[in-house]
Every structure is written in C-alpha cells, then in structure tokens.
C-alpha cells in the first residue's frame, strides 16, 4: 500500500463494479439514521426527554452484537434463495425486504402515543440493518483485489454517507414539507417523511441484484459447505488471535475507540439543533448542500489518500479531525442560532467523517482472513460500537447535567487517547 501516485489512485475509481458498492453503501446508510439521529429527533419534537432519547440510542448496541449471528450468514444456505442468487446477495435480499417492511412500520408509529413500541420497532430495524451490514461487508470485501479495496471502502462510504443525509436531513425536509409548517410535531408528516426516504433501501435491492455473486463464495458453493459446528463458530475468531498474536490486543484497542468521540456526539445533534432553534427546514437545507458536498470530497480524498500514503496515516488524520469538528458544535452552542455557522460546523464535520471512515473500513477490510469475512468483520465493526454507543445512552444525562457546549468539549477530548493508540499500532504492525 502507499505505492501508486495520484493520478493512479483517482483512475481506480473507474470501474463498473463501483456503481453498484454505491448503491449498496446507500441502502446500508439509510437505516441506521431513521433509528437513531432522526429518531432522536422526531422523539425530541414529540416531547421526549433527553435523558430517554440518549437512553433509547442504545438500540444502536444492536450492531455491536453483530458477530453473534455472523457466522449464519458466513455457512447457513437461504432455502431457494441461496440457489438462485448465492449465499452473499441472498442474504442481502432477504434483509433488505425486512428493513422495508419494518420501516413502514414504525413510519405508522407514534412514539408519542407508543413509545415502547415504537422502540420496539426501530431495534427490529437495527436487527434487519445490523444483518444487510454482516452480508454486505462480506460481499464487499471479497468483490475486489486487495489492492482495490480502500478505493472500494471510499465508494461504499460516499453512497453510506450519502444515504445518511438522505435520511437524516431529505427525512425533515420531507417531514417539514408534508406538515405545511418548520416547527411543531405532525404525526402524519412525520409517517409521510419515514415512507419516502425508507425506499431509498430499494437502491440497494436493484444492487444486489444487477450484481454477481463473488468468485470465492461461487467456489466455495460448488463444493460442500462446512457445517456449523463449534470449531466452525470460533475458528474466524482464532485465526485472528493466531494472526496477529499478543499485537491483536493493540488492533482491538484502536477498533474499539476509533469512532468513540463521533458516535457519542451525534445522538445529540439533532436535539442540539433543535433545541438551539434551528428549523428542519434549515437543517435539511444545509445537509444536503454542503453536507453532501464535503461528505463525498472526504470519502474519494481520503479513500485515494490511503492509496497515495497508506491506512494508518490517514486513520491518524481522521482521528485528530474528528476531535477537532466537535469543537466545532461546542463554538455553535456558544453563538447560538448562526446559520452560517451551522454551515461551517456541518462541512467541517462530515468532511472529516467521511475521510476517517474511508480508512477505518479499509483498516477493518485488511484485516479478514479468507473463508471467514463475514464474521470477522462482523466482529471487528461489532468491537467498534459497542464501547461508543454504551457511552452515547449516557449523553443525554450529560446535557442535562453541563449544557450542549462543555458536553462536545468533553466528546473532544474523549477521542484524544485513539492518536496515541493509532501511534502505537502503526509501531507493532509497521506492515500497514
């Protein structure tokens, strides 16, 4: 990795199968904000509390578990489906109806009248996502040459990314559009606007399939499938201690932290925003222009950038930018309701979003092993949340307790320890 000068690393780009990865990052993003920052802010302009919205994030835990069922989607056939489509696109038909099916449902929810159910609903939804997530990771890593994969992570990334926005920010403007007014709570606006950016989940179904099944999983499906058995279960984690020996404690460390200062901070967002005054209109205006914009620019740059200079500086990089842009939300809490500002704090915030996770996916992609990339991705991604999200529950309880701006100084400060671990891992596996 490093090798390839620039103009070699953007002409990676050009290639059919990105097209579809896009469309697979996009329906793999869409989920994830209609449980989370949307939902948090839909319950906040339903009147919920804060300490409930940040104790209801934990829905999210729902991906940290993803390796407990990876290894189904690693050696279990789909009755019919497996024969037509192959293991990998099978499972991801499968789970991309159910996230159709129950995002209309909880678009017909009232959290305001059932908010149980409704909670109910979205962790359901995080299970469906959580398992498109396990089989399209695995599809993803073994569609391309190792060489390709950073370039394939930043496409993934710019449709995942994207899709976020889609349903963050497309999800009030729609909201505010059917409702008639900027502020206030509509239930029939907010169903109307979960309906319409739910099918963006469609896109990632004429993905799967429009595309083929990889060469290695057509290999391993004409010969007979390894059963499940408790030495099949635990071989994908073995072969990773076995691999990286007493390093792997350092490889889990920085998977653990990396994203720990975003994730804290963005179940706030949202409610930060409201609460700050800030229509759904504004919001969705500046999202989708320069939010777009510089979450696509992050995600190429740095997928190319790993090409240009290798994973582990551009990791360093985005790890020292995502502190920064919470600084970022703390000077906005401060000035209060500029929107040129809110301009500002979103650019810089999603430009180094989607510079880190273009390495970070790459970063968790190198470290698979053959014949187990479901699981173990599933593991690594699943080792990347659940420190993060059991620390977001609390978020709301510390709004409450210091105020929007000392609570993104302390979201900053959190991801200072990850420069370090960064530092050390680029020491004891110099090989990336």
Not at 190 to 196: E, P, R
């Amino acid at each position: 990795m490093g090798t390839k000068t620039w103009r070699q690393a953007l002409c990676s780009y050009w290639d059919v199968r990105f097209a579809r990865m896009f469309l697979l990052g996009f329906s793999a993003g869409v989920p994830l904000l209609l449980v989370l920052g949307t939902y948090s802010y839909r319950l906040r302009e339903a009147g919920i509390s804060l300490s409930t919205i940040g104790f209801l994030s934990w829905i999210g835990l729902i991906y940290g578990f993803k390796w407990a069922w990876a290894p189904l989607i690693d050696k279990c056939s789909v009755p019919i489906f497996t024969k037509l489509l192959g293991q990998r696109r099978s499972w991801l038909l499968i789970s991309q109806a159910a996230l159709i099916a129950f995002i209309t449902m909880m678009a017909f929810i009232d959290p305001r009248e059932h908010l149980a159910l409704s909670g109910l609903v979205a962790l359901c939804v995080a299970f469906a996502s959580a398992t498109q997530d396990i089989a399209l990771d695995a599809f993803r890593i073994e569609s391309a040459e190792i060489e390709l994969q950073a370039a394939f992570s930043a496409v993934y990334q710019s449709g995942y990314r994207l899709a976020m926005i889609w349903a963050g920010a497309g999800t009030l403007a729609v909201t505010a559009w059917a409702s008639g007014s900027p502020h206030g709570y509509d239930p029939s606006a907010w169903c109307f606007g979960y309906l319409v950016t739910g099918l963006g989940v469609i896109a990632g179904m004429v993905a799967t399939i429009c595309s083929a099944e990889p060469p290695s999983v057509l290999k391993d499906s004409n010969s007979q499938r390894e059963m499940l058995t408790l030495h099949s279960l635990t071989e994908p984690f073995s072969a990773f201690f076995r691999q990286f020996g007493r390093n792997a404690v350092w490889v889990l460390l920085l998977i653990v932290t990396y994203r720990i200062s975003d994730v804290v901070m963005g179940v706030m967002a949202n409610p930060f925003y409201q609460d700050l005054g800030f229509s759904k209109g504004e919001i969705a205006a500046v999202s989708k222009t320069f939010g777009v914009a510089m979450t696509l620019v992050g995600a190429f740059v740095g997928g190319a950038a790993v090409l240009r200079w290798g994973v582990m500086r551009v990791l360093m990089a985005g790890a020292v930018l995502a502190c920064c842009t919470n600084l970022f939300f703390s000077a906005l809490g401060i000035l209060g309701p500029k929107l040129w500002f809110l301009t500002v704090t979103v650019s810089a915030d999603n430009l180094a979003a989607g510079v880190a996770s273009a390495a970070f996916v790459a970063y968790l992609s190198g470290l698979t092993t053959s014949g187990n990339t479901a699981t173990q991705y599933a593991f690594f991604s699943s080792c990347m949340l659940l420190l993060p999200k059991f620390l977001a529950g609390f978020s709301g309880v510390a709004v409450d307790a210091f105020g929007y701006p000392v609570f993104f100084i302390l979201t900053a400060l959190m991801g200072l320890p990850v420069v370090w671990v960064i530092w050390k891992n680029e020491r004891v596996l110099p090989c990336r």
